[in-house]
């Protein structure tokens, strides 16, 4: 007889043994049955709490702060104006959504008959943290015909001021996603230039048109961002 045997033999071989085993398969019993009760219960609800992930819906609410510039830029001449978000709006609000410029002009020259300048405005490309590359921007702009141009660049990346739903996580986490003071900070560049037209009568010595005032406002738009659950 082998071991093994021997020991199954001596199990079954007195009503000691055969208590103990069954003790044994008891305690076994008990033992599976809490695993799988473990399993049912709460890793049941891990599983169902994963189909159901909450929803939230974040939203935005704008505060914009406007600051005018100007210059007068002589006939084939560039200018850079420069730019910086106040650094209090970046303390008080959760981001720096987007970036608008405006530049406007008319005929200042008091010559008669005299057309509007050709004026061209670019936003440099610098190494502020911005969405460069959003297809929604607008860096470049000109006009022979006194009509405002308007540019804008989007600061915070995927910002566009409109609600946004999102699942999983948690609130602290989609705020925080959108609180990152660090985009739009330092210096933007505008360069203006001017190339004026002028009026047909000025072939007489005195009427001539030399230059152009340019009117530059920078308009910063911050919000400030909510998150709630979707009901
Ligand atoms: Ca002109
Ligand atoms: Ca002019």
Not at 26 to 47: N, R
Not at 158 to 183: C, F, I, L, R
Not at 199 to 214: A, L, R
Not at 215 to 230: L, P, R
Request: net charge negative; aromatic share 12%.
């Amino acid at each position: 007889m082998t071991r093994s045997e021997n020991v199954l033999s001596d199990l079954f071989s007195e009503d000691g043994s055969r208590r103990n085993l069954t003790v044994y398969l008891a305690v076994l019993a008990v033992g599976l049955l809490y695993h799988a009760s473990v399993f049912w219960f709460i890793m049941g609800d891990e599983i169902q709490a994963k189909d159901e992930l909450i929803n939230y819906t974040i939203e935005f609410e704008e505060t914009s702060e406007q600051f005018s510039d100007s210059r007068t830029i002589n006939d084939g001449e560039k200018e850079t104006l420069e730019y910086t978000a106040p650094a209090d709006l970046f303390n008080a609000k959760s981001g720096f959504g987007l970036l608008r410029i405006t530049v406007s002009y008319a005929e200042t020259s008091g010559e008669f008959g005299d057309p509007c300048d050709t004026v061209s405005a670019d936003l440099t490309l610098t190494d502020v943290s911005a969405d460069w590359n959003n297809v929604n921007n607008e860096l470049s702009g000109v006009a022979s015909d006194c009509e405002t141009l308007s540019l804008n660049l989007y600061i915070y990346p995927e910002y566009d001021g409109q609600p946004k739903e999102v699942t999983g996580m948690d609130a602290p986490h989609w705020k925080n996603a959108w609180s990152d003071s660090s985009y739009g900070q330092g210096i933007f560049e505008l360069d203006i230039e001017v190339i004026v037209n002028e009026p047909i009568t000025s072939g007489i010595p005195t009427v001539s048109d030399t230059n152009e005032k340019v009117d530059v406002v920078w308009e910063a738009v911050f919000y400030d961002v909510f998150v709630q659950e979707t009901p």
